[in-house]
C-alpha cells in the first residue's frame, strides 16, 4: 500500500471542466473543479443525481479527458497524456470499482483479480499469488473457483474491490460502491474501505451512503457541475456505523 507518511498532494486538479455538446445543447458536466487530495486521504464525493460526480470521478482517472483545465497524479500532469499513456496509467497507478462491478462474466473471481495485475505486467505466477492474497483480503478466498453469477452482490463488489488492487494502485476511485448492495453487504463493503484507508490507501469515492462518506476525511458536495460545500466529520466515524443501504 502507498502509505500517507511520503505525504504530499497525489492528486490535483485545476479550474477542470467537461462538456459535452455544444451551442444550446452545451452540457457543463463538470464547471471549473479545483480540488487536491493528499497521499493517504479518503475524500467523499455527494450530490444528487446528474449532478457530475461520476463526470468527475471518470476524469480523475483518467478515463475520460476534460474540455479545460489541468489534472496531475504526482508530479505528472495526466490531462495532455496519449490514450497509450493513459491507459499505462490507469493499467499502473488507479483502481477501479463501479456500482455495477463490471466483473467479466465468463472468468472466475480468481481470473478477474488476476487480470488488471497480469495486465500491470506481473508474472502468470505472481499474478495468481496475488490475486490469492486479495481474495483472502476481501474474505472470499473460498469462492476463487466461482463465477460471478455464482456470487451474492455483496460478493460480486468484494472480488471488485480485491481487482482494483491487483495493480497496487496509488489511488483508488469508486463510484457508488454500494449502490446496488442491501444493508448487510454495504456493511462489509464499508468495512473494507475503512481498513484499506487505514493502511494509506488514497481513496476518492462517490457515494450516497451516509456510512461511506462519514468514514472519509472530508467530504465535498456537488450541484450542476460545480463544488458547493465541504465538510469533514468532527470525529473518526469507526467501525461501528450503520449504513443506510442502497444509495438512490
Known sequence: MHDQASGGVLLRAHALRKDYGSGEGLIRAVDDV????????ALAVRGPS??????????LGGLDRPTAGELWLGERRIDRLSERALARLRRHEVGFVFQAFHLMEELNAQENVELPALLAGLTPRAARQRARQLLERVGLDD????L???????????????????????LVLADEPTGNLDSAATLEVLRLFQGLHKEGLTLVVVTHDEGIAASADRRVSMRDGAFVGETRPVEDAGPDLHPTGPGG
Open 148 to 170: 460471478p453469477s455464482a456470487l451474492s452482490g455483496g460478493q460480486r463488489q468484494r472480488v471488485a474491490i480485491a481487482r482494483a488492487l491487483a495493480n497496487e494502485p496509488a
Open 143 to 146: 469462492r476463487a473457483g466461482h
Open 34 to 41: 479545483d480540488l487536491q487530495v493528499a497521499r493517504g486521504e
Open 50 to 59: 446528474g449532478c457530475g460526480k461520476s463526470t468527475l470521478l471518470h476524469l
